[in-house]
């Protein structure tokens, strides 16, 4: 059973970064892909950046890459992101994710933790 909690979140300003983190109390993190997600008040909920399960498939959205890192340590049951550069826009609720393959739809994804607020001052 895979059950899914993020940490980090907090408020910062435009420029700045954060780290989140995600813990799976499951068995079975070593054997899944993982994913973060976003969801801003009104808007439906983004696919952010994904890691394979030997971290050897990394996807991003093309709105985070080369500022957002996804990491993974297998041995920690515990997936990162790391945040550079943050801007207002990236304001959101930020979800990580379990499932099967490293894909970008949320359908791809069968469970979900609870979530962490994001918030980037101008």
């Known amino acids: 059973q895979v059950q899914l909690a993020e940490s980090g979140g907090g408020l910062v300003q435009a420029g700045g970064s954060l780290r989140l983190s995600c813990a799976d109390s499951?068995?079975?993190?070593?054997?899944?892909?993982m994913g973060w997600f976003r969801q801003a008040p009104g808007k439906e909920r983004e696919f952010v950046a994904a890691?394979?399960?030997?971290?050897?498939?990394?996807q991003y959205s093309d709105s985070v890459k080369g500022r957002f890192t996804i990491s993974r340590e297998n041995a920690k049951n515990t997936v990162y992101l790391q945040m550079n550069s943050l801007k207002p826009e990236d304001t959101a609720v930020y979800y990580c994710?379990?499932?099967?393959?490293?894909?970008?739809?949320?359908?791809?994804?069968?469970?979900w933790g609870q979530g962490t607020q994001v918030t980037v001052s101008s």
């Open positions: 890691i394979s399960p030997k971290s050897l498939n990394i």
């Open positions: 499951g068995r079975a993190f070593g054997l899944n892909a």
């Open positions: 994710a379990a499932g099967r393959l490293v894909l970008p739809e949320t359908q791809a994804y069968d469970s």
